[in-house]
């Protein structure tokens, strides 16, 4: 929150694509969802929340700090809701993707981000958030919860293009290759959060 101190690396990369009008389909781990909540706010970007009783009271929180919603999840509405997302970043919107979730496994990407690069044309951004002191809850992802006066660093990579049209093997290899991206960009923010 506002009590923390940000350091960031990689911004350009966020810059460099508003400045070529691209629209970012941002991805990163479940268990950074509060801090990248709060990072990202008042940009305009839709993110998919699930249609149970959780995702209701998810959905008003985030809308406050100026996020869209597509309702949906991998067990319920995901469709419907992955078809809303394709159809808002057309409209010039970015997405937000927690490419492990809803339920995991933990630092696992699911392909719902690689899908709508390939059906959009937009390059996915990938990014990571480490607090150097934060509380963990005790849930699959460990969502982190930075404490307050803790050094907070966030790491954005390079963006990654999926070429559209691409075969179930190709889209493997680009799940692959944005899930060893979160990795690097884990270890470079995790340095940064311990001074490095």
């Known amino acids: 929150g506002r009590t923390c101190r940000r350091q960031v690396d990689g911004y350009e990369h966020y810059d460099a694509l508003r400045a070529a009008r691209r629209v970012p389909i941002f991805a990163f781990w479940h268990g950074r969802i509060l801090a990248a909540t709060y990072f990202w706010r008042d940009h305009g970007i839709v993110v998919m929340i699930s249609e149970n009783f959780d995702g209701e009271w998810i959905a008003r929180i985030i809308r406050r700090f100026g996020y869209g919603t597509a309702r949906g999840s991998t067990s319920r509405g995901g469709p419907r809701a992955l078809a809303q997302l394709r159809r808002d970043v057309g409209r010039g919107r ?11 496994p933990s630092r696992s990407v699911q392909p719902g981000a690689v899908w709508l690069a390939e059906r959009t044309g937009s390059p996915i951004l990938p990014f990571h958030i480490e607090a150097e002191r934060y509380w963990s ?36 290899a680009d799940r692959a290759r944005l899930e060893a991206s979160l990795h690097r960009l884990a270890e470079r923010a995790t340095s940064m959060a311990a001074g490095g």
């Open 94 to 104: 970015p997405a937000g993707f927690a490419v492990d979730g809803p339920r995991g």
């Open 137 to 172: 809850a005790r849930s699959w992802d460990r969502t982190q919860v930075p404490r307050p006066f803790s050094r907070v660093a966030v790491a954005i990579g390079e963006p990654l293009d999926v070429r559209p049209g691409r075969d179930a093997g190709a889209l493997e």
